[in-house]
């Protein structure tokens, strides 16, 4: 049995903390902008089809479909090491963009191209502290996705 | 907007140099890129004297590399570039010194790679990543993406999309490793089958150990002239046709994995050498693993998306075959000291000369050059050359 995979702490910078903190919430907030209504990811101050500055954000559904995925069956680093095999993946949201995540809560054998999943969230542990340099002052979390 | 094809047929290789090395555990990188530019030199009867122009790149070099390695060979060239896009670079320092070179900066260029990869046991496929270190680094690496997992990414696709089989992506294994059967230099020799590459233990599905390259150390260098100059020079000059960059990212959040920066790189040196795909004798690929190999034959335009898997049947990409493609072996059996492009061009030069011995393409004219970096599923660039006898 594959341990569990202890996730290390993102780093945000003015740009991408909504999205980091959004995720403290359970939300997964993605970006449109006002001026193209162009949806990206990942966040940006600017609009990268029209340049503007007229950003907004708004909470996503949480559901996609898996478009990619690989079973990694060898990691070296410490974190992942003990939790091979796990599935690395890209899922499409239903908004649009494309994440990189995990795709868990099943076998990893059982996960297929085009399988709808949804969201959910790994707590991390918050250090005041080191959290407001690491550009996160509020709790954040992974998303992740399990079918849905 | 079209390339310029100003510089077509005007600038030659003169000078390549492969270091025989795979493992050196008593050499540094700079000795073995001063060893290397020894032999590229040599090669084409040129001395360091005659260096105006500097280009390199490497995986432990930081970003003024370049100038320790100006300071390591004593040189103070004219043209200095330092542009690393990952294991592509040194086709990309082709481009860059041709232009450089067409333009009037420089006269001769140097570019030169040395690599220590394998004995400073640089886990390259299975061990970077992790912590994130900067805000956008933090949407991949909380997911311990690892280099294989990223092709494997794209293999996964590949396969769903097309059908294409893990047979057919061994198949590109097994064709490698016959090609370095025939190369003394080869770090992997001894022949495998299909059955040997399924075998092999799963890294990251659906790629095996033997789909992924090697490790090794190593090094190597090209001189870039003028063709006027190169016609005097000790070796036969091998010319430029045409050349192309190209990077492919995540966008907004909605790329297609399977259309790489090949696709665009190939079109345009293609476009400027005014030759066609049917002209192509052999090709030079970056085969880190062999899903890239494949994918890069459907985006270099030598078959359609999704035919790759049937373009590397029945030994085709072999020796003999329609297209034979890295004739050295590769990165998955002859060498990879963590970046390959230069390998590429060292190759392609030799064969266009003819000097392959053992396995050298019949009557090589035209050669295509294609380099990968970085990660295929995330954000990569591609650089190509076409290359012809003068
Ligand atoms: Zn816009």
Known sequence: MAAEISYSKPVADWETRAFWEGCGRHELVLQRCRDCQTVQFRPRA???????????????????TVYTFTV????????????????????????????????????????????????????????????????????????????? | MALSRDLTGKIALAGVYEHPTRWAPDKTELQIMAECARGALDDCGLTLDDVDGLFSAGIAMGPMGVVSLAEYLDLKPNYIDGTNIGGSSFVAHVNHAAAAI???????????????????????????????????????????????GSYALVAQRHMHEYGTTPEQLAEIAVTMRKHA????????????????????????????????????????????????????????????????????????????LLTIAARQSADNAFAMSGLGRDDVDLCTLYDSFTITALVTLENLGFCKPGEGGAFVEGGRIGLGGALPVNPDGGGLSSNHPGMRG????????????????????????VACVHGTGGTLGVAHSGATLILSKA
């Open chain 2, 181 to 256: 059967s025939l190369n003394p230099d080869a770090k992997m020799r001894k022949l495998i089958t299909i059955e040997d590459v399924l075998s092999s233990r799963v890294i990251s599905e659906p790629l095996h150990l033997l789909d992924c390259c090697i490790i090794s150390d190593g090094g190597g260098a090209l001189v870039v002239t003028s063709a006027e100059r190169a016609r005097d020079l000790a070796k036969p000059p091998v010319l430029i046709q045409g050349c192309g960059e190209a990077v492919c990212h995540r966008e907004i959040g909605s790329p297609d």
């Open chain 2, 342 to 365: 230069i390998f590429l061009v060292i190759e392609a030069v030799r064969q266009l000369r003819g000097e392959c011995e053992g396995r050298q393409v019949e009557a090589a004219e």
């Open chain 1, 46 to 64: 600017i609009c990268a089809k029209c340049l503007s500055s007229d950003i907004e954000h708004f909470v996503a559904s949480g559901r996609g």
């Open chain 2, 102 to 148: 067409h333009a009037g900066l420089c006269e001769v260029g140097l570019i030169l790679y040395g690599s220590t990869a394998a004995s400073n046991s640089l886990a390259i496929g299975t061990g970077m990543g992790g912590a994130a270190r900067d805000a956008a680094g933090s949407f991949v690496s909380p997911y311990g993406m690892t280099t294989v």
């Open chain 1, 72 to 148: 990694t069956h060898q990691n070296h680093l410490p974190a992942f090491r003990d939790a091979c095999p796990y599935v690395l993946a890209y899922v499409d949201l239903e908004e649009g963009p494309q994440l990189m995540t995990h795709v868990v809560g099943c076998d990893p054998q059982d996960v297929r191209i085009g399988m709808p999943v949804e969201v959910e969230f790994v707590d991390l542990e918050r250090d005041p502290a080191k959290d407001a340099s690491r550009g996160i002052a509020a709790g954040t979390a992974i998303p992740r996705f399990h079918p849905s």
